[in-house]
């Protein structure tokens, strides 16, 4: 689709799924074709890094993060987290993530997962590296982490789906709520609500391609040359002009990442 802003930043895709496997290059350039100059990688598992690292040299204005997800317990373990303060100091990672809390399983190992994102947070504060956020029934847990931490380098809570209140928290604290393809659904009505009210300056925008696939393209491959759907609908929810929202955002993003414009 024709995008009225050519620099926008997918702050998060997951462009070294399994799903993408052999046609890396093209989803990257038929991104770049709509207008997705930029887009954020995020790691979940150790397994996956290198691979991770490599993609994004490879393609222009990819840009890794490196973290230890809060749904894989299982793989994770002790050395993992030497191997992410290794990692993250000899490579350029833009972030620590994706990492953070998900109870919305009530039987998940909330002991584990909070000492797993606690010890992520400490690398990151130590790095000075923002963080990329996953947080699903969890948001005044690690509201209350991150506070006790001390945390100070902001981040992106990825597709966020907490309350107003909780997004000025997360503001307070120096992170931008990330809208996804889910603002694109009329039903969403909390997450859209939220988006509509909230200063641009606390916006940015991503796919989560493979998942969360925009409506229009429900049970499709998500991919982040969908970006343009989830701008223009938060134009249409904020009644702001898309080239507006296309630049406050992918500023945004620039800066809590420290990445540079791309010609
Ligand atoms: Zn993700």
């Known amino acids: 689709m024709e995008t009225p802003c050519k620099d926008l930043i997918d702050t998060h895709c997951h462009l070294d799924a399994a ?17 997705v100059t930029t887009m954020v990688v995020p790691g979940i598992s150790c397994r996956g890094w290198w691979r991770l690292l490599d993609l994004c040299t490879r393609l222009v204005g990819c840009y ?10 299982g ?31 009530k039987e998940a190992d909330s002991e584990s997962q909070g000492k797993l994102f606690a010890d992520q947070v400490a690398i990151a504060a130590q790095a000075k590296l923002p963080l990329i956020l996953h947080v699903r029934k969890a948001h005044d847990q690690v509201l209350a982490m991150l506070r006790r931490l001390r945390f100070s380098h902001g981040g992106i809570v990825h597709s966020f789906s907490g309350s107003l209140r909780q997004a000025h928290r997360y503001a307070e604290l120096g992170f931008c709520l990330g809208v996804s393809g889910t603002v694109t659904y009329e039903r969403a009505t909390r997450v859209r609500g939220v988006v509509a009210a ?27 040359a969908n970006l343009p759907l989830v701008l223009e609908a938060l134009s249409v929810i904020r009644s702001e002009s898309g080239a507006d929202i296309g630049a406050a955002t992918s500023a945004n993003a620039r800066r809590l990442f420290g990445i540079g414009a791309i010609d």
């Open 19 to 35: 799903v993408f496997a052999g046609d890396h290059e093209a989803v990257h350039e038929q991104a770049r074709r709509a207008g």
């Open 75 to 105: 793989d994770h373990c002790g050395e993992h987290l030497g191997e992410l303060e290794r990692l993250i100091a000899t490579h350029p990672v833009c972030a620590v993530g994706e990492i953070g809390l998900d109870f919305w399983d």
């Open 64 to 73: 890794p993060a490196l973290g230890l997800h809060p749904l894989f317990l």
């Open 198 to 224: 909230m200063p641009l300056a606390d916006l940015v925008l991503e796919t989560d391609a493979p998942d969360i696939a925009p409506a229009g393209c429900r049970g499709e491959r998500n991919s982040p």
